[in-house]
């Protein structure tokens, strides 16, 4: 019985550690994959915690959820997987033929290091504007926590899908300035006192489509500033929730919902299918790897994972499975 080296989760209370499992063995729709980079992020750590909601609870098994590497015939390839016990962050890992995209075969190392590490933050943004929204072209887009790596790439994505104005708003002051670098029009932190802030806040009420990374209080007091100062309440404003860094529920009246023309969608695993994911993918895989939207990894050789690299989320850790 073939083994390899993979980060392994045992139980819900520790960080995943470094030893041998056993190598998978492909199913009819599957190819063997030989991993080359897999990343870890918020969805990866709650999997591996039991926080998220997709979390399994059959130990052991390999955590990571996407990757590249190559096929057996050495062609590189993105991949996704978010059922099977072996995750990405492995030597080897096994998925659906159906949820493997073929990268350029002249790709670098270092362009799959970028894929490996960009591809989650991006897709968040990109499925919910292209599959949610549509065209964006002379349409003003707010994200709401826009310092985070999903938020960064988010910016780019709207500006690449012909947003006409891009507003950003967080907390984190210095990453806000990166942010008017990666295509913002205008920011906004969350962090000025309540009466400046408002009057900014409704500059923005507007506006035609709304990220949310945040949700919570913080959505919640937006909701009940912005939307009674809309000019024109028959205007569409599509709010998508895609994550809850501020909060997991808020309180939302009826009449909200009565009183303006309101579409509140989510986007997140699960509201896609698997098709949908990899008939988006190879695009967006290659504007990451030629260098059309930005991100700079922080790559660590597997042999490295400890509980640090594990959870440090102040950037984007790619685990390299080189030897």
Do not use: C
């Amino acid at each position: 019985m073939t083994e390899i080296k993979a980060a392994v989760v045992t139980d819900f209370n520790h960080y995943p550690k470094l030893t041998n499992f056993t190598a998978p063995t492909p199913a009819a729709n599957e190819k063997l994959i030989n991993v080359e980079a897999a990343a870890v992020y918020n969805l990866v750590r709650g999997r591996a915690n039991g926080s998220h909601y997709s979390s399994t609870t059959k130990f052991p098994f390999i955590p990571g959820v996407d990757g590249v590497g190559r096929l057996t015939d050495g062609n590189p390839v993105y991949f996704f997987n978010f059922d099977g016990k072996h995750g990405s962050i492995a030597e080897q890992t096994a998925a659906p033929t159906n949820q493997i995209v073929a990268l350029p075969s002249n790709i670098t190392h270092q362009q799959m290091v970028k894929v490996a590490a960009g591809m989650n933050p991006a897709m968040s943004s990109w499925m919910a504007l292209v599959l949610r929204v549509g065209d964006l072209t002379g349409k003003d887009v707010l994200i709401m926590g826009v310092t985070g790596e999903a938020g960064k790439m988010a910016v780019q994505i709207a500006k690449h899908l012909g947003s006409k104005q891009i507003i950003g708003v967080g907390r984190n002051r210095e990453k806000l300035a990166d942010v008017k670098k990666l295509g913002a029009t205008k920011v906004i932190s969350l962090l000025d006192d309540p009466e400046i802030l408002k009057p900014a806040l409704l500059k923005t009420a507007n506006v035609d489509v709304v990220l949310d990374y945040l949700w919570g209080d913080v959505t919640q007091n937006y909701l009940q500033n912005i939307l009674p100062a809309r000019f024109d309440h028959s205007k569409e404003l599509t709010w998508i929730e895609i994550g809850n860094m501020a909060g997991r529920s808020l309180d939302l009246p009826g009449a909200v919902l009565r009183s303006i023309n309101l579409l509140l969608v989510g986007s997140g695993l699960g509201s896609f299918s698997n098709t949908a994911y990899a008939t988006q993918f190879k695009k967006l895989a290659e504007l990451i790897a030629h260098g059309e939207l930005t991100i700079k990894p922080k790559e660590v050789p597997l042999s490295e994972l400890n509980e640090k690299n594990w959870l440090d989320n102040s950037q984007r850790t790619v685990y390299t499975m080189k030897k």
